[in-house]
Antibody, heavy 124, light 111 residues
Framework: EVQLVESGGALVQPGGSLRLSCAVS????????IIWVRQAPGKGLEWVSG????????DFADSVKGRFSISRDKSKTTVFLQMNSLRAEDTAVYYC?????????????????WGQGTMVTVSS | QSVLTQPPSVSGAPGQRVTISCTGS?????????VHWYRQIPGTAPKLLIS???IRPSGVPDRFYGSKSDTSASLAITGLQAEDEADYFC???????????FGTGTKVTVL
């Protein structure tokens, strides 16, 4: 069974940093792109970032570009989202999800397996 | 801010049919990008419901039907059941934003 498990969410002050982890199991780790999606309290879904199966390609939403980075560690079968210069508007549940099609970040893709989410609160 | 617009809520009696619209533009749905649909029960993760406009993943009943035309897409739920109460989101890709986009979300209520 394919599973994605997020961790690392916490309460952090504005301007602070946090690293989220997405542990992946049950599949060939390098065979699928992984994305991060967030959901502010009571709001809709917002795509945040994506990384290809090999880690060679990454992409970011304009709202986080220059502040967030994404990476993956094959030995740990884990994808990381490094979040710097955090703002109140970054407060949300962060989900990681697996691309349905394969290792590339491609426009037509859907996301067929999701983690349970981890809460990030940015507040003083 | 979402670039795909959905009605905030739709409702229907058990057994009825409801439809959720997802309106985009020439830079996303109208550009030919596929539309996918997710269901989310509050407090839980989204779950893929329909992929590539009208494909149901294994286990999704045929009461759920997706379609796409021009700059919009629709999700129809027939034979509405109490368990269908949830939030539903459409998703596509936007060439102007160079990223994935989600709809504003629709809450389905079974009367």
């Amino acid at each position: 069974e394919v599973q994605l498990v997020e961790s690392g969410g916490a309460l952090v002050q504005p301007g602070g940093s946090l690293r989220l982890s997405c542990a992946v199991s049950g599949l060939m780790f390098s065979s699928y792109a992984i994305i991060w999606v967030r959901q502010a309290p009571g709001k809709g879904l917002e795509w945040v970032s994506g990384i290809s199966g090999t880690g060679s390609d990454t992409d970011f939403a304009d709202s986080v570009k220059g502040r967030f980075s994404i990476s993956r560690d094959k030995s740990k079968t884990t994808v990381f989202l490094q979040m710097n210069s955090l703002r109140a508007e970054d407060t949300a549940v962060y989900y990681c999800a697996k691309a349905a099609s394969g290792p590339m970040i491609i426009a037509p893709d859907s996301f067929d397996v999701w983690g349970q989410g981890t809460m990030v609160t940015v507040s003083s | 801010q979402s670039v795909l617009t959905q009605p905030p809520s739709v409702s229907g009696a058990p057994g009825q049919r409801v439809t959720i619209s997802c309106t985009g533009s020439s830079s996303n749905i109208g550009a030919g990008y596929d539309v996918h649909w997710y269901r989310q029960i509050p407090g839980t993760a989204p779950k893929l419901l329909i992929s590539h406009n009208n494909i149901r993943p294994s286990g999704v009943p045929d009461r759920f039907y997706g379609s796409k035309s021009d700059t919009s897409a629709s999700l129809a739920i027939t034979g509405l059941q109490a368990e269908d109460e949830a939030d539903y989101f459409c998703q596509s890709y936007d060439t102007g934003l160079s990223g994935y986009v989600f709809g504003t979300g629709t809450k389905v209520t079974v009367l």
